[in-house]
């Protein structure tokens, strides 16, 4: 493993040669020649500093969410901090605070644990906590958007640490400003959680709401361990492990489409599977889509359509991220030909050149 060092004045910066293949839950290798791992707020500045010399780079989480080439030579940094606590907890909320290099799963499961509840929904999504946010995840009817109270974050470009609000950080489906901004703008480094009480279940998602812990047990008995059990049960039986089978879990966002358009898919396909928005609009599942559109199970050399969800792509190993994409372009314009809607991705592409 080479090393090399970016010389900063006091400060400096020792970069490893890596495969990131395990840094990546599609388990695409990617031989990336300079990597850092941040452990501390303190190596902030010579990032900063890095960056001011016209280095540009990508910040990577768990590489949950990712697609990466075979090659990188732009640095990356992989973000490691740790820590969470409980900062309040009074009649209205629980406040925690979390370190952005924290599994989010851990996470979650360390606070149904203390009996923090509101986080329970968005059991078993690989990532980090601070990639979390990025994504605005959301799973079985929650978003982390409606969970958070503010975002702490280094802002490269000017050396210093920023602290959003859940409203400054323009969250939406599946985006937010750390998605849309260029990619180094921003390392967050911790996430502050507003877990509202009086606690309220939620489990009117369809595959929540049949499930048979929750229909034997009294709405008024529920607790955040039940559908926190009852979530990681649905998603095991519908999703493969990343640790055993590669892949990046939702692949695709479910599409929104206006209400005149819904009435027209539903005149077409009275069985569409579709979600009513507060402002009218209709969100189409993305995977009933694929399904219908004969996807559910297509293998090509090393990469797959899950069998038992069309929404996730596989790796069978050695896979490609040219071979992961194509087969991606493939799905959405087959989904087009039909429905007339495009479907757009949801990982971020890794590529020198961006």
């Not at 990597?35 to 303190?42: A, E, P, Q, V």
């Not at 360390?110 to 799973?139: K, S």
Request: hydrophobic share 45%; charged share 20%; with cysteine.
């Amino acid at each position: 493993m080479s090393i090399n060092t970016a010389n900063l004045g006091d400060e400096a910066l020792v970069f490893k040669h890596r495969d990131l293949k395990f840094y990546n839950t599609l388990g695409l290798s990617c031989d990336a020649t300079r990597t850092f791992i941040i452990s501390d707020t303190g190596q902030l500045s010579a990032i900063s500093a890095l960056a001011a010399r016209g280095e540009s780079f990508w910040v990577l989480g768990a590489g949950s969410n990712v697609v990466l080439p075979a090659a990188l030579k732009k640095p990356v940094l992989i973000v490691a901090m740790k820590g969470i606590s409980l900062l309040q907890d009074n009649a209205d909320a629980w406040v925690v605070d979390a370190a952005a290099g924290e599994s989010w799963h851990e996470f979650v499961q360390y606070c149904v644990d203390q009996e923090w509840n509101g986080l329970e929904n968005l059991a078993l999504i690989p990532g980090t906590v601070g990639a979390a946010p990025v994504q605005n995840i959301g799973a079985y009817g929650v978003e982390i958007a409606s969970r958070i109270e503010s975002v702490t974050a280094w802002h490269v470009k000017e050396s210093r640490s920023v602290t959003l609000t859940a409203e400054q950080c323009q969250f939406a489906y599946r985006d937010s400003l750390f998605k849309r901004a260029a990619p180094g703008t921003w390392i967050i480094t911790s996430v502050r959680f507003r877990l509202p009480k009086p606690w309220l279940p939620v489990t009117d998602y369809p595959d929540l709401s049949g499930h048979s812990i929750l229909t034997s047990t009294e709405r008024g008995s529920l607790t955040s361990r039940n559908i926190f059990d009852v979530v990681c049960d649905v998603r095991r039986s519908k999703l493969p492990d990343p640790k055993v089978l590669g892949n990046a879990g939702s692949f695709f966002k479910n599409p929104i489409v206006s209400a005149e358009y819904h009435q027209q898919l539903v005149e077409r396909f009275p069985k569409i599977v579709s979600y009513p928005q507060s402002d009218g609009r209709f969100k189409l599942a993305a995977g009933w889509l694929i399904d219908q559109a004969g996807w559910k199970g297509v293998r090509r050399a090393a990469v797959g359509v899950h069998d038992r969800q069309a929404l996730v792509l596989v790796n069978y190993g050695g896979a490609s991220s040219g071979q992961v994409l194509e087969l991606a372009d493939d799905i959405s314009a087959s989904v087009a030909s039909i429905y007339g809607v495009r479907l757009e991705i949801e990982p971020v592409v890794f590529a020198d050149q961006v």
